[in-house]
């Protein structure tokens, strides 16, 4: 039951991260909800009208993600997400009596100030090496890392024309040195490969090289995949993807959210609404802000993957890449 909760909170801030302000929940889910918690707490709840108790499927287990090409582009046209716990526990039934406000941010500690990050000079793969061992050894983003995980900037090329930002690790990242991973990861490879992207093409990074935490009570303290990072956690980040993004010079940066485009964009950023869909700047470079690829995994409707494609063929004609009839068609 905490994991149901769990990410119907992720969710929440997720959305709040997004610009979001009110979210549409029926009374039909808010009993259900209220009878799954009275069966966690060992209250008689079998009588309970409309209880989901076993009614969220287990998430299923993450693949690598599929490499560019004809295949990748297909699958992505003609992709529909298939059911994971955290979309379905996250999902609210429209037609509520009205919207519930999104709860307020989880309260997290305090961080230093952001570190200040200098590389040598040289040659991309010295740079890019150094870079990984300060973040290694940089006293809060160890603090942050669960067993088993490391610091995280980023992985692809060096020689990446566009480089993709995200906000921070899911928990299938960072084990294996991957900034992607599980069914986002998954469904970011199918946007590229749709794209006509090659891995030497891309580099994909994110904001937080750690995965956030999620505190629960009395100092207990939980990491969760989606928890959206916290301002704290993005201006202490900040100077190490930035840096990243000034070894590997990209043509292009893609904004993956809410989260990584308020972060990049500082007080240029209202809502993810009002900031996605055009041309923005980054260090000199051109940002465009998209949805997550999370986003667009819970999506229900073709309406966010037509929104996320119209960006992406945005990206495209900046870079000068071939677009097809087919392609400015999908999900129309």
Not at 72 to 87: D, E, G, I, V
Not at 256 to 267: D, E, I, K, S, V
Request: proline share 8%.
């Amino acid at each position: 039951m905490r994991a149901v909760l769990q990410a119907i909170t992720e969710e929440l801030q997720r959305l709040k991260a997004d610009g979001e302000q009110t979210v549409a929940v029926s009374e039909e889910t808010l009993i259900g909800l209220r009878a799954l918690v009275a069966a966690h707490s060992g209250k008689a709840a079998a009588s309970a009208p409309g209880s989901v108790a076993g009614a969220v499927p287990a998430a299923g287990g993450a693949g690598p993600v599929p490499a560019a090409g004809a295949e990748a582009k297909s699958a992505f046209a003609n992709w529909q997400p298939k059911p994971q716990a955290r979309a379905e526990a996250a999902r609210v039934s429209p037609g509520g009596s009205g919207p519930a406000p999104v709860s307020a941010s989880v309260p997290v500690a305090k961080l230093p100030p952001p570190p200040v990050v200098t590389l040598p000079e040289g040659e991309k793969a010295a740079r890019w090496a150094a870079l990984l061992a300060l973040a290694a050894a940089d006293p809060v983003c160890v603090a942050n890392l669960r067993g088993g995980k490391r610091a995280v900037i980023g992985a692809g090329s060096l020689e990446a024309k566009i480089f993709f930002v995200g906000d921070a690790l899911g928990s299938e990242s960072g084990a294996g040195g991957d900034a992607f991973a599980g069914p986002a990861g998954q469904t970011l490879g199918k946007m590229a490969g749709a794209m006509g992207l090659k891995a030497a093409d891309v580099y994909v990074g994110n904001l937080v090289c750690w995965r956030p935490p999620l505190v629960l009570a009395a100092g207990q303290v939980e990491q969760s995949e989606g928890k959206a990072p916290t301002a704290d956690e993005l201006a202490y980040a900040l100077p190490f993807i930035r840096a990243a993004i000034e070894i590997v010079q990209p043509e292009l940066i893609v904004a993956l959210g809410g989260a990584a485009a308020q972060a990049l964009l500082g007080p240029k950023f209202t809502k993810l609404p009002e900031v996605r869909s055009r041309w923005h700047e980054f260090a000199g470079i051109p940002l465009m802000v998209t949805y997550h690829p999370g986003y667009v995994l819970q999506s229900a409707s073709t309406k966010a993957k037509r929104a996320t494609w119209e960006d992406l063929l945005q990206v495209m004609e900046r870079a000068e890449l071939p677009i097809s009839e087919k392609q400015r068609g999908y999900f129309l």
